[in-house]
């Protein structure tokens, strides 16, 4: 295979055109190469040549198909890439096609007409001449009842007025027979006598008749009369055999006509009523020069044929061809046979047109309608002819505008590709495009300030995780052990920094302090009153070391005035969580915002009497899990913190004994919601119980894990935090 795509390479390279991808390609590219090769093959002499031609012309088959598809391809991918080559396929298909069917529709329409209405004035010439030959029996019939009045039948019954007026003209083949009381009566003349009536068929009765009969196979005009004389019952029939001459006259300003009887499969068929449509071709040996007659190899040899196709007088002035069948009568048997005979016209428009509107008769009698019609119908031509250029036009300029927005907006595009916001689509008009320009330059603006926001976004961001990394900071790093608790915490902001705060503030080797604080809102606003609210925590912690110091130092010296005391009870200050929510809540209430607040837990743990001493400031009451199983609430404090001024807490302590667990959380453990509710405190109480001989890391983890299957795929609604602190000191 890679030697073939290799070769095709190689070829389509020489061509300076690109290699053959699709299956259809390359598989026109090998028979055309199969084409070529036995194509001169072919050129041989002998049977090998004959084969080789053979494959050659197969293969030429096969590739006009492939090639077609090729060149539609072409067609959608080159030519109609372009919108302006797009909307003038559009307006062809749309305008253009239903002009080219409605013309089409109206063309066969007209020969249909035009074919019918030859058809029709060819049947109406017959039915003159029929008429004629049914008036002039009628005359004979009379006459030869007048000579029977004496009431006694002669030898032979003289008509010599018929002589003279059949002796020429359009009635000289017309041949007489007459009946009287059913028996033959002989004529004279002698020529008059029709030789091949002998008899009268059992359907003549008293009732006229006239009409195209068939009689053994060939067509006559009849027309037969009775008349009652001296109690004798005459009857008179003319009959006039269907020849060239009859069909001249009845193709006279038509064109040409031809007359053949139907055989007897014919008439048979004929019993259902179908139309037997026969194509116009050659006429037969025996016609004149320019008539027609069926191309149909099986033309019955006794086809009857008339007139004479003049030659065109324009060039639209084609042949109109057209069948009819003709109703003839069996002289025998007296049925009707609907397609008895058949009609073939071959005609002209121009022959039609001066047929319907009689134009030599009217032209003879100084009268224009007919010019008038034609002039007419000119000139609507000539109209819609101008209404079809205006239209045209009108699509040329619409296009343009179409095709000159498209291009306008692609060249905006560009400019957009290349960084220039600032470009603009110059609108001129007040359509649907003019619209869409109007669109584009509102989106490019849109565009700019949307570019420009995410610049400020990313800055944002960009300031948020360094600020997100420096509240990481802030949070204790790592466990922190006493010989009698260990404690663990961490903290899952809600969004890129955390409103939740706690830490772990070590006092010496025996002591640790515990924070645990939710501060009101989310996002930046409550990061940055954490961080305040973290460092008036530590700075408390630190000064608090100080004042130990400097009590101590005092106390060496022997120093013992009002502010040594006063320091040493600064030194003591954080054993008390108290008093620390009391200058908390001083400090947010006079540096913060009135709506800003924060709740707060603070706990001091000495770890040599193992006793908690704690105050809480509005926050979720931390659960002291015991050993044993039960729970405690640790809810002993005040209000929120920085709320209200001056506000006083209170603070309560308690021993705890080995295996206890202190669990302390924040708003974002308890609250997340599902279909079945709250997450809730005996969830969490119920997690922690089932791990408490784990790690604390794994409890956390464990508690987490439930919080996430909790929620689910919903997104995180509040920060989560989590402190646990278990106590390892057997209770003695």
């Known amino acids: 295979m ?24 390359r598989s026109a590219f090998w028979l055309f190469l199969v084409y070529l090769a036995f194509g001169l093959l072919g050129l041989l002499p002998g049977s090998g040549g004959d084969l080789c031609t053979l494959v050659a012309d197969i293969a030429l088959l096969a590739l006009v198909p492939l090639c077609l598809i090729l060149f539609l391809r072409w067609i959608f991918g080159h030519f109609l890439r372009k919108v302006r080559n797009r909307l003038i396929l559009t307006y062809l298909l749309m305008g253009l096609a239903p002009v080219v069917l409605f013309v089409m529709l109206a063309a066969i329409a007209l020969y249909i007409f035009s074919g019918q209405f030859a058809i029709f004035a060819g049947n109406a010439e017959s039915n003159a001449e029929l008429m004629k030959l049914a008036a002039q029996n009628q005359v004979f019939a009379m006459h030869v009842a007048n000579s029977l009045t004496t009431g006694k039948v002669p030898k032979t019954i003289s008509l010599p007025e018929a002589k003279d007026l059949l002796a020429a003209g359009e009635f000289a083949d017309t041949r007489l027979a007459v009946f009287v009381d059913g028996h033959h009566e002989a004529l004279q003349p002698a020529g008059l006598n029709a030789s091949d009536l002998q008899a009268l068929p059992k359907w003549v009765g008293a009732a006229p008749f006239q009409g195209l009969v068939l009689d053994h196979g060939q067509l006559y005009l009849r027309a037969v009369d009775t008349a009652m004389a001296a109690g004798h019952q005459v009857t008179v029939v003319s009959s006039m055999p269907l020849e060239d001459e009859e069909v001249d006259r009845i193709a006279a300003g038509l064109g040409s006509a031809m007359i053949w009887p139907s055989s007897a499969a014919d008439l048979n068929d004929s019993k259902d009523g179908g139309i037997h449509v ?8 025996h016609a004149k020069a320019g008539t027609a007659r069926a191309a149909s190899v099986d033309v019955p040899h006794d086809a009857i044929v008339g007139g004479q196709l003049p030659p065109k007088q324009h060039f639209y002035d084609i042949p109109v061809a057209f069948y009819g069948p003709l109703a003839a009568t069996d002289w025998t048997t007296g049925k009707l046979h609907p397609h008895g005979a058949n009609l073939t016209m071959q005609s002209r428009p121009s022959l039609l047109y001066a047929r319907l509107f009689n134009y030599q008769q009217l032209l003879n009698a100084s009268n224009t309608m007919g010019s008038v019609v ?6 609507i031509a000539v109209l819609f002819g101008l209404l079809e250029l205006i ?12 095709t000159q927005s498209i291009r306008d907006l692609y060249a905006a595009t560009e400019a957009i590709d290349h960084g220039d916001f600032e470009h603009r689509i ?9 619209a869409l320009s109007q669109s584009f330059n509102i989106m490019t603006a849109s565009l700019a300030r949307l570019l420009e926001e995410q610049r400020e976004k990313q800055r944002l961001q960009s300031e948020l995780a360094i600020a997100q990394e420096v509240q990481a900071n802030l949070f204790p790093q790592g466990n922190i052990r006493l010989a009698s608790l260990e404690v663990h915490g961490f903290c899952l902001p809600a969004r890129t920094v955390s409103g939740d705060y706690y830490d772990f503030l070590q006092l010496g080797d025996d002591a640790l302090g515990l924070a645990l604080g939710d501060i009101s809102g989310k996002g930046i606003s409550a990061a940055l009153l954490m961080a305040s609210l973290h460092s008036a ?31 040493l009870e600064c030194g003591e200050l954080f054993e008390e969580p108290a008093k620390i929510l009391s200058l908390l809540n001083r400090h947010l209430y006079r540096s913060t915002q009135p709506e800003k607040y924060a709740t707060l837990f603070l706990a001091h743990f000495d770890a040599d009497a193992s006793r908690l001493t704690y105050s809480n400031g509005g926050q979720l009451p931390p659960l002291l899990l015991r050993s044993n199983g039960t729970v405690e609430r640790l809810d002993r404090g005040g209000t929120v913190v920085g709320l209200l001024d001056n506000m006083v807490y209170e603070q309560d302590s ?7 667990i202190l669990i302390a959380y924040s708003d974002g453990v308890t609250e997340p919601e599902n279909e079945f509710g709250d997450f809730g405190e005996e969830r969490l109480v119920d997690v922690v119980r089932r791990h408490r001989h784990l790690p604390l890391e794994v409890i956390s983890g464990q508690v987490m894990q439930a919080l996430r299957n909790w929620i689910g795929a919903q997104e995180q609604p509040d920060d989560i935090t989590l402190v646990l602190a278990r106590a390892g000191r057997m209770e003695g």
């Open 374 to 379: 034609r002039d007419v119908l000119i000139g």
């Open 654 to 660: 308690m021993e705890m004994y080995a295996g206890d």
């Open 2 to 25: 890679s030697r073939i795509r290799n070769f095709e390479t190689l070829v389509f390279e020489k061509l300076r055109r690109p290699s053959p991808t699709g299956k259809v390609h």
């Open 391 to 402: 239209a045209f036009y009108g699509a040329v300029r619409l296009n343009t505008t179409i």
């Open 537 to 567: 925590v530590r700075a408390y912690r630190f000064a608090g070391e100080e004042l130990i110091s400097a009590g101590t130092v005092a106390l060496a010296t022997g120093g013992r005035t009002a502010s040594g005391e006063q320091e």
């Open 426 to 434: 110059q609108v001129k008009r007040r359509d649907q495009l003019a």
């Open 278 to 285: 026969r194509v116009m071709g050659e006429p037969p040996a």
